[in-house]
């Protein structure tokens, strides 16, 4: 570590404004963290000329207490410096090792006036200066991702989290030697460290790291330069905020609270720490309910993600002060701070919440207009104009006289006439666009269409509007032949603590299909026993009037979603194998229309449908891949041969995405056309902030997107053993 750094005294033979700094480093350090400490004081340092003593750590006390040896070898290093024609030359420099003793070496080391100097010329100089000894110095390497994968795959992972683990100081302070390098890497550290089965440890050692640094500030250590503390505190705070679970939110409060207090007072901004929690923003509002103060650090941030977690928290807390506010000015100002990129983001990652009806919209039709119209550099881009609209919507500022305007004036704004279908339809002015749909529905040769949420003032009255048209429709197209003549399908039910009144309509859904041949499992995840008994008397109640059979066991303890599903799956007999969520409903025709195809083509082994997601309020929620897009692929409406869980494995043990990760393991080992899409909304869904998904996507952001990359190279055959768990991120399972 970094001990002293000492200037001569006047009385020296070389004038003080001639000399350099003589740092006193460890030569048992590692070289990543000797070089830091280089890289420091060279920043640190106003002259062009440093030098450092690399001795033994035994020695260092008793040379720092001796003020006039430390005077004497620093005259001793800027005259052989000056003198001696011997020395190594880099980009932007040179250097020079002098042997002070057969341990001990003077280092010097010269950088040209309005040259930069890097981490990696420090690293390559003390390679080139030192014993090899890899013992002694070890290179700590930033941890990467696709490293992981390799050890992973080698039966090594767990080793390699831990060596990375032990490494948290050393590779935080490599990273934040550079804003660009921190930026950059940092959350190829996160990445690894989701994977650690000792997220309590991490912790530990993150808060060591933190106290440390603070005290450096507060000290105002000449060592380090002040923006570098600044990184390493801020680095610090990311990773410990994407490793904290939703239990343990209190405890990084306590963590955080005055560290960011110490960034406030000293008006410093937290770019790292914004963009944590913006892309977390569950867990960001519930650490600033809890210290609403600290959202000054945020707001004295100067980027997109700062200005849009605020806009984010506004949209979603009542009480807000932008949410209270009469004049849109506010509004529209934030919102055009943030960059054309930044709109598309944010716009796509609020496409979850749902505009309160109860408030007025936060901006007038013209002020919603005037910023409508402003272009960007380039001229207006449809994705950057559909952002726009979408984030007003947001806000209750999509009304019918901005919607009137938009249909008149789409193509100035480079956005289309489809465009402005589907954004009254997510305003609530939604009849033309399910008339539109269902037209297309019955061109296809489908017998029932949707209802029209609108005129529903929940999800329940739309889900039961759906159920009782559908259940007027005569079964026409019912699937050719009898019961026994028809594969039989097992339809699996996981839940835990559901809405009854959803549940009883799902169920429903499901047992008055126009395929008849089907059986349902329920598994029920350890929900409260009342809620259970509830449960076993409505399936019972049902069973009672229908001809299928409905099988109901409730687990011991809660495994949650997928392992769940992997025990409907040993108890399901069918020839297929269909999932229904419990509060999801399924059209008539879902079951016929998706195995069909199967029947046709025995290389066909999976399909799955569309679906549109519905707010408790009962209007239609934009969750397509596009932005804006209203229908979503339904990775929840998927029907697969039995056999594909014989040749390729049963749901990993995560908390969430298990169908998603499970389509990706298909199409590796079948390929892509072994999944049919049929391209009709089929399946209703829940959506809103109170979904499992939603949790979990906007409460460990980081944690996600990591179980996403590792879809990509989990082999096949994956089961439901422990072995299973190291390809999910620990937060997940």
Not at 46 to 58: A, E, G, Q
Request: charged share 25%.
């Amino acid at each position: 570590m970094l001990l002293s750094a000492i200037r001569p005294a006047k009385e020296n033979l070389l004038s003080p404004d001639r000399l350099g700094c003589l740092v006193i480093l460890v030569r048992e350090e590692s070289l990543s963290f000797l070089a830091v400490r280089v890289l420091d004081a060279i920043i640190k340092n106003t002259n062009n000329h440093s030098h450092f003593l690399i001795i033994k750590k035994s020695q260092c006390d008793s040379l720092i207490a001796n003020r006039r040896q430390c005077n004497t070898l620093l005259v001793l290093a800027e005259t052989l410096t000056r003198v001696s024609s011997q020395r190594d030359n880099f980009a932007g420099g040179y250097w020079k090792k002098t042997p002070i003793s057969s341990e001990n070496i003077l280092l010097s080391i010269e950088v040209e006036p309005e040259r930069s100097f890097a981490l990696d010329d420090a690293l390559g100089i003390l390679q080139c200066a030192l014993p090899r000894d890899p013992l002694v110095h070890p290179i700590i390497k930033v941890p990467t991702r696709e490293k992981f994968v390799v050890e992973l795959k080698a039966g090594r992972g767990e080793a390699y989290v831990n060596s990375v683990l032990q490494g948290i100081p050393i590779i935080l302070d490599v990273l934040c030697t550079s804003a660009k390098r921190q930026k950059r890497e940092i959350d190829e550290l996160v990445f690894v460290l989701g994977f650690s089965k000792s997220i309590g440890l991490i912790h530990e050692h993150l808060i060591q790291y933190l106290e440390r640094c603070l005290s450096e500030m507060r000290k105002q250590s000449l060592s380090l330069d002040p923006a570098c503390i600044n990184r390493r505190i801020d680095g610090a705070i990311y990773v410990l905020f994407e490793l904290t679970e939703k239990s343990a939110i209190q405890n990084f409060v306590s963590t955080a609270t005055p560290i960011l207090t110490e960034l406030m007072i000293r008006g410093l901004q937290a770019p790292l720490f914004s963009r944590a929690v913006r892309r977390s923003f569950l867990k960001g509002i519930d650490f600033f309910a809890a210290q609403p103060a600290l959202i000054a650090v945020i707001k004295s941030t100067d980027t997109d993600d700062a200005r849009g977690f605020v806009i984010i928290q506004h949209s979603l807390a009542a009480e807000s002060d932008l949410a209270r506010a009469s004049q849109g000015t506010e509004l529209i100002n934030r919102l055009s701070a943030i960059s054309s990129k930044g709109k598309e983001l944010l716009a796509r990652d609020m496409r979850r919440t749902v505009p309160n009806p109860s408030f007025g919209p936060k901006a007038s039709l013209a002020e919603c207009i005037a910023w409508l119209s402003q272009s960007d550099i380039n001229g207006h881009v449809r994705k950057t104009s559909y952002a726009k609209c979408l984030l007003l919507h947001y806000f209750n500022c999509l009304r019918p006289g901005l919607i009137l305007w938009l249909s008149k004036n789409h193509p100035r704004i480079a956005m289309e006439r489809n465009d402005v279908l589907e954004l009254s339809a997510l305003a609530g002015y939604d009849v033309p666009y399910i008339v539109s749909l269902n037209q297309r529905l019955f061109s296809t040769g489908l017998i029932a269409g949707l209802a029209t949420p609108s005129r529903c003032s929940n999800i329940v009255e739309y889900f039961q509007q759906n159920l009782k048209n559908w259940k007027r429709r005569p079964r026409s197209r019912e699937f050719p032949g009898t019961n026994t003549e028809q594969p039989l399908v097992s339809v699996l039910f996981t839940t835990y603590k559901p809405d009854i009144e959803l549940f009883k309509l799902s169920l429903e859904s499901i047992l008055f299909q126009a395929y008849r041949n089907i059986e349902v499992i329920v598994i029920d995840d350890c929900s409260p026993l009342d809620t259970s008994r509830q449960l076993e008397s409505l399936i019972g109640a049902i069973a009672e009037h229908h001809a299928h059979p409905v099988i109901y066991q409730r687990n011991n303890s809660n495994v949650r979603q997928y392992v769940s599903r992997n025990t409907a799956i040993a108890l399901a007999k069918g020839e297929f194998i269909a999932i229904q969520d419990d509060d999801d409903i399924s059209h008539p025709e879902r079951l016929r229309l998706q195995i069909a195809p199967m029947l046709k083509d025995r290389e066909i082994m999976a399909t799955h449908a569309n679906h549109i997601r519905i707010s408790n309020n009962a209007r239609i929620m934009s969750d397509g891949d596009g932005l804006g897009e209203i229908q979503g692929d339904a990775p929840v409406s998927f029907i697969w041969r039995r056999q594909v869980f014989k040749e390729i494995g049963s749901f990993l043990p995560t908390k969430t995405r298990g169908d998603i990760e499970f389509r990706t393991r298909m199409r590796h080992h079948y390929g892509h056309a072994a999944i049919q899409a049929l391209r009709h909304p089929l399946v209703l869904v829940r959506g809103g902030m109170g979904t499992v998904s939603s949790d979990m996507e906007y409460y460990n952001r980081s944690a996600l997107a990591a179980l996403r990359y590792m879809m990509m190279h989990i082999p096949p055959g994956v089961d439901n053993s422990q072995d299973s768990k190291r390809w999910v991120p620990t937060l997940l399972e």
